[in-house]
């Protein structure tokens, strides 16, 4: 049986890593790293160019999905998963850092908590940002997962967990898979709504959030929610 190659340069990323720095590689070369291995056909570093199309870069890899993975000639199961977990440790770690112990001043600090995770989706998210009285988000739950156009969400739901959680405020979060954040006119319709709801139950809807791609909208900042961060 013929050895699959490994790499394609004279000197292998893991080498040049060693020599240089892991900063020094590429892209292609530390997606490489990962996969390790190419197949009779590809090298790894020709497998890592294929998922990350090229030119698009790690933007590639994030927005990625199993079946995307697995059309692409070499990309097996077992490594299908393996990139969707790198993707997933990359989303995770950039929310852990910003979601706990830091006091929110502005909307971009509440949206840069979810642009990462939600940028990417293919659907639309309604995520429910929890506040105490110190505007630290304590809790931070996925309530509503809709379809590319739209996610039709109960405000109802939304407060009786906020209640449940002891909130002191809340935040509603959602995506565009489009990557155009604008407003349509329900979700101006359900942000009044919300916000109603939550000066009835004494839990200030701080804001609500609509994430796109690398960028946001905001009802608070757009001035059609009245109560400040």
């Known amino acids: 049986m013929e050895k699959t190659r490994q790499w394609t340069t004279t000197v292998d990323p893991q080498t040049k890593a060693a020599r240089y720095g892991i900063a ?38 994030m927005q990625a999905d199993r079946e995307g993975l697995l059309s692409i000639d070499g990309i097996g199961e077992a490594r299908a998963y393996l990139l969707l977990a790198v993707q997933q440790i990359a989303i995770r770690a950039r929310a852990d850092r910003k979601q706990f112990n830091v006091p929110l001043t502005c909307a ?13 989706e293919h659907r639309e998210y309604v995520v429910l940002l929890i506040l105490d009285v110190r505007m630290r988000i304590t809790d931070r739950i996925t309530m509503f997962i809709g379809t590319a156009e739209s996610a039709t969400f109960s405000t109802r739901e939304l407060f009786a967990e906020a209640l449940k959680k002891k909130a002191s405020s809340v935040i509603i979060v959602h995506n ?54």
């Open 24 to 61: 020094s590689l590429t892209d292609a070369e530390l997606l490489a790293l990962v996969i390790r291995n190419g197949t009779r056909g590809k090298s790894a570093l020709e497998l890592a160019g294929e998922v990350l199309k090229e030119d698009e870069g790690f933007y590639a890899l």
């Open 176 to 229: 565009h898979p489009s990557g155009d954040p604008s407003p349509s006119d329900a979700d101006i319709a359900v942000t009044r709504q919300a916000q109603e709801a939550g000066h009835l139950l004494d839990i200030p809807l701080l804001d609500h959030l609509i994430i796109g791609d690398f960028r946001y909208y905001s009802f608070r900042e757009s001035g059609l929610i009245t109560t400040q961060l």
């Open 108 to 120: 971009k600090d509440a949206a840069d908590v979810v642009m990462q995770e939600l940028r990417y």
